[in-house]
C-alpha cells in the first residue's frame, strides 16, 4: 500500500515565525515530491517540487528531502496569517505512477 | 491563460438523476485524473486518464464514469447519484502523471445529493 503520512495538525505558530511542515512517504523507490497549499474551499496550489536529497529554497519556502530516511518537510520563514491553510504533500511513487496525496496539515498563523 | 476548467462549481441535484461535470484543460497535457475530497479524508482519486481512448481506475470509482475522447476533455458521469457522493470535486491534468511538473488543478466542483 503506498501511503503519503502527514499531521493533521492544526499547527499554530506566531506571525514570524518558522513553521515547519513534515512528511512521511512509505515507497522507498520514490522519485519526485511536492508541496501544494489549499486555502478552504480552494484548489489545490503547486508551490514547491523538490526530486535530490537536501534542501531547495525558493523565497520564504524551504522543501527539505532525506531519502533514506523517506521524509521530506517544508520550512515556511517569517510566517504571515495569509500562510493560514492545508498543506498537502504529494509524492510520486515510480516513473510511471501517479501522485499520491497526504491528507493535509493545516496551518494558523496568529497575527 | 493556461488553466483547467471545471463546470459547474456548484450543482444540487436529487438522488438518481443523471449528471455530468465538465473538466477541460488548455495546455495540451497528456495526463487528467479527477479527485474528490471529504473531510478527514484528503484527496481520493476517482479516475484518471494517461491519454486519449486510455482511462484507468484511480482508488475510489464505484458510482462514476469517465470517457478520454479528445485531449483537452476529460468529463465525469455520475450516472445515478446518492447521497454519499456528496463531496468537492477537482479535476487536475498534467504533462506526464505528476512525474516532474506535478499537476495543475481546476477551481473545484461542490457536488450536492438530496
Not at chain 1, 499531521?7 to 506571525?15: A, I, R
Not at chain 1, 503547486?46 to 531519502?67: H, V, W
Not at chain 2, 479528445?70 to 506526464?96: G, V
Amino acid at each position: 500500500q503506498k501511503e503519503v503520512e502527514q499531521n493533521s495538525g492544526p499547527l499554530s505558530v506566531p506571525e514570524g515565525a518558522i513553521a515547519s511542515l513534515n512528511c512521511t512517504y512509505s515507497d522507498r523507490g520514490s522519485q519526485s515530491f511536492f508541496w501544494y497549499r489549499q486555502y478552504s474551499g480552494k484548489s489545490p496550489e503547486l508551490i514547491m517540487s523538490i526530486y535530490s536529497n537536501g534542501d531547495k529554497e525558493d523565497g520564504r519556502f524551504t522543501a527539505q528531502l532525506n531519502k533514506a530516511s523517506q521524509y521530506v518537510s517544508l520550512l515556511i520563514r517569517d510566517s504571515q496569517p495569509s500562510d493560514s491553510a492545508t498543506y498537502l504533500c504529494a509524492v510520486n511513487m515510480g516513473r510511471y505512477s501517479t501522485l499520491t496525496f497526504g491528507k493535509g496539515t493545516m496551518l494558523l498563523v496568529s497575527p | 491563460e493556461a488553466q483547467v476548467t471545471q463546470n459547474p462549481r456548484y450543482l444540487i441535484t436529487v438522488t438518481g438523476k443523471k449528471l455530468t461535470v465538465t473538466c477541460s484543460q488548455n495546455m495540451n497535457h497528456e495526463y487528467m485524473s479527477w479527485y474528490r475530497q471529504d473531510p478527514g479524508l484528503g484527496l481520493r482519486q476517482i479516475y484518471y486518464s494517461m491519454n486519449v481512448e486510455v482511462t484507468d481506475k484511480g482508488d475510489v470509482p464505484e458510482g462514476y464514469k469517465v470517457s478520454r475522447k479528445e485531449k483537452r476533455n476529460f468529463p465525469l458521469i455520475l450516472e445515478s447519484p446518492s447521497p454519499n457522493q456528496t463531496s468537492l470535486y477537482f479535476c487536475a491534468s498534467s504533462l506526464d502523471a505528476g512525474a516532474v511538473y506535478g499537476y495543475t488543478f481546476g477551481s473545484g466542483t461542490r457536488l450536492t445529493v438530496v
